[in-house]
């Protein structure tokens, strides 16, 4: 009777102290100038125990950074840590060298300060390490925080926004520990969740209206499939890079490794109770990290953590009375996106492997390692690229492309899910031959020196090496192998004053058109309008001689020979 005594009494103590704990809400930073400084710390996750972890402006996790799009910002980061590191602005439109990629690090005690314009549509992006070989150690020790976009779109949309109130940025993390509490630099077998950096099961106060969650899966190596008590309903309004067209309604939702979505929740009519926020990993496809992995035939890789393919509560929520003005309803409708054309694109294609076939930690992108040194392709500046993205693996990967946001065309051969449609930095790929169409174009930065990262999200992969990097090329300059050509036909040929030129596209739009001596300058440049395939050209001011002609017209290249007489 006293031992039963005993665990009534501690399993009661169990339950006060995790409803003791609420979850944090990270402090946001605003304005135009933003200082960040990285920093070592410990954090008291578990009860009376220190973890060592790694914090922006704190020991662990990081401010919200609060952007307006078209503004001019400069983020100094300070780097306090005894490594090197970066800070990728994950899901931001930059150049390569404000990306924060592997090629701009940031050494011990100095400070690195990018600046640069917001391009990005309002959404909720975030920021995080991707020092090579070292994105694993610092992300897992909790370097990471949230960025959050506003546009004058979103702005006008009735929706909640009242940050930490009706507007919540929630980071889920699965993490390893070691026995002393002790976060393990490895992400195979992870042990434990964080929400916000506190143990899974903490409470978040909400009140009884239309809430809005942004939902981040901060992990390293695993999946989320998230859900409410109850099967409630709620619906998707944004992806990773900005609003979907229309809200989607959804009862479940799988989030990979860096991909972010804001939820809408209707608690209305929920005053005075709890819910709760849940993991359905039991649901998971066969094959995403955190559910049900592949059996390997012989293999000895033992990848199942002791979560994994179990169902468990993320967070309780404790609904609150409603706050003054608070939004009572959820818009039909949010913004019209316009999809990328793939007309005339070029066609590139990125396949996993893994060696062995049933590895599951050696992965390669078209069988090749990520090489600091070694650029993998290039990309011409405002050339739409349609990228075919194959998994040959047994398990899936997420797929982020930095300094853009892309368009999913197809996942396996078919239309993407709904909440797919908008702009993407991260997707997964199947796995066992899955399929994952995306199209992309660099429209506003070229850079010969520093290249764009595209890798898996997983960071163990990542490090170890399953990650490439291309240039973005100026447009028409040098020459690209990865546009389709076709011939310019000039006449009169030789030309004496006006150069006219004909194509079999018959549409009536502008080119970019260019003239390159044979030394190679550009000596024209010009838009160029395009009738019924026929443009005019002035070659009066050129000296006479040969001359070859460029011009760029919906994502393909023309090209041709003329003589100036
Ligand atoms: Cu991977």
Request: aromatic fraction near 8%.
């Amino acid at each position: 009777m006293k031992k039963l005594f005993c665990i009534v009494v501690s399993l009661l103590a169990v339950q006060i102290v995790f409803a003791q704990i609420t979850v944090p809400i990270p402090a946001t930073l605003e304005g135009s100038i933003f200082n960040l400084k990285v920093q070592k710390g410990t954090s008291e996750i578990f009860p009376g125990q220190r973890t060592n972890t790694i914090g922006y402006n704190g020991a662990q996790l990081g401010p919200t950074l609060i952007l307006q799009k078209g503004e001019t910002v400069t983020i100094n980061v300070d780097n306090q840590l005894d490594d090197t590191t970066t800070v990728h602005w994950h899901g931001l439109h930059l150049s390569p060298a404000n990306d924060g990629g592997p090629h701009t690090p940031i050494m011990a005690g100095n400070t690195w300060s990018p600046s640069f314009k917001v391009m990005d549509q309002a959404s909720t992006y975030w920021y995080h390490p991707h020092l090579h070989r070292k994105t694993l150690n610092q992300v897992v020790k909790g370097a990471s925080g949230f960025i959050i976009v506003r546009d004058p779109a979103e702005a006008s949309l009735n929706l909640p926004r009242t940050y930490g109130v009706d507007d919540v940025p929630l980071v889920f993390q699965w993490k390893t520990f070691d026995e002393s509490k002790q976060i393990v630099e490895m992400d195979e077998v992870d042990n434990e969740v964080l929400v916000n950096g506190v143990l899974k099961g903490a409470t978040l106060n909400l009140p009884a209206q239309v809430v809005r969650l942004r939902l981040l899966n901060g992990s390293s190596h695993r999946y989320f499939n998230f859900g409410f008590s109850n099967n409630l309903e709620f619906k998707q309004i944004a992806g990773d890079g900005g609003l979907l067209d229309a809200p989607v309604a959804m009862t479940k939702l799988i989030l990979a490794p860096g991909e972010r979505a804001e939820v809408l929740l209707d608690l209305s009519k929920s005053l005075g109770q709890k819910l709760l926020l849940q993991h359905f990993g039991t649901e998971l496809p066969m094959g995403y990290p955190g559910g049900m992995m592949m059996m390997m035939m012989g293999g000895t890789e033992n990848m199942m953590g002791p979560l994994d393919d179990t169902d468990f509560d993320l967070m309780q929520i404790q609904v609150l009375a409603p706050t003054p003005n608070a939004i009572g309803s959820i818009p039909p409708a949010l913004i019209t996106n316009t999809p990328l054309s793939s007309n005339g694109a070029f066609n590139r294609d990125l396949t996993m492997t893994a060696r062995p076939q049933m590895s599951m930690t050696n992965f390669f992108l078209n069988e090749s390692k990520f090489e600091m040194n070694t650029i993998n392709f290039k990309v011409s500046k405002g050339a739409a690229e349609v990228w075919t993205l194959t998994n040959q693996t047994m398990m899936a990967h997420p797929f982020h492309l930095h300094g853009n946001s892309f368009w999913v065309i197809s996942v396996n051969n078919r239309k993407p899910a709904a909440n797919l449609l908008g702009r993407k930095d991260v997707i997964t790929v199947p796995p066992i031959n899955g399929a994952v169409k995306i199209v992309v174009r660099y429209d506003d930065f070229s850079d010969s020196v520093t290249p764009y990262m595209y890798h898996c999200h997983i960071l163990s992969h990542e490090d170890n090496g399953m990650m490439g990097q291309f240039l973005v090329a100026p447009l028409l300059s040098g020459t690209h192998d990865n546009l389709s050509k076709e011939k310019l036909k000039f006449y009169p040929n030789p030309a004496d004053k006006m150069l006219v030129f004909e194509i079999s596209e018959k549409s009536l739009e502008k080119a970019k058109f260019q003239v390159i001596d044979v030394m190679g300058r550009v000596v024209l440049e010009q838009q160029i309008q395009v009738i019924n395939g026929q443009g005019n050209i002035p070659v009066e001011q050129l000296t006479p001689g040969t001359y070859t002609a460029k011009m760029l017209l919906l994502g393909k290249l023309y090209a041709g020979v003329f003589i100036k007489q």
